[in-house]
Nanobody
Framework: QLQLVESGGGLVQSGGSLRLSCVAS????????IGWFRQAPGKEREGVSC????????NVADSVKGRFTISRDNAKNTVYLQMNSLKSEDTAVYYC??????????????????WGQGTQVTVSS
């Protein structure tokens, strides 16, 4: 069974940091572009960041630029999202996604095939 499993979410104070992890099981991430999406209550799901299969190309949404960093360790079949200087507006469920391509931009939900179950991030002000 092909799965993406996120972890690392939780409750953090404004200004704090969290690192989300996404581990693939049942398949190797070597051939997959990876993205992170989030959805806050009552809001549409939005793309946050993305990374190419070799990690050489990344992109982040303007709302998190300078604060969030995406990375991957293909040897561990894992992708990370380092989130610093968290704000209350970052509160959301965060999803890891994978698509079979060299690179997929973060705003192309339709191109991602596999989705994790999500991990809750809550930032208290």
């Amino acid at each position: 069974q092909l799965q993406l499993v996120e972890s690392g979410g939780g409750l953090v104070q404004s200004g704090g940091s969290l690192r989300l992890s996404c581990v693939a099981s049942g398949f190797t991430l070597d051939y997959y572009a990876i993205g992170w999406f989030r959805q806050a209550p009552g809001k549409e799901r939005e793309g946050v960041s993305c990374i190419s299969i070799d990690g050489g190309t990344t992109n982040v949404a303007d709302s998190v630029k300078g604060r969030f960093t995406i990375s991957r360790d293909n040897a561990k079949n894992t992708v990370y999202l380092q989130m610093n200087s968290l704000k209350s507006e970052d509160t959301a469920v965060y999803y890891c996604v994978a698509g079979l391509a060299l690179y997929i931009d973060y705003d192309r939900q339709d191109k991602y095939t596999y989705w994790g179950q999500g991990t809750q991030v809550t930032v208290s002000s």
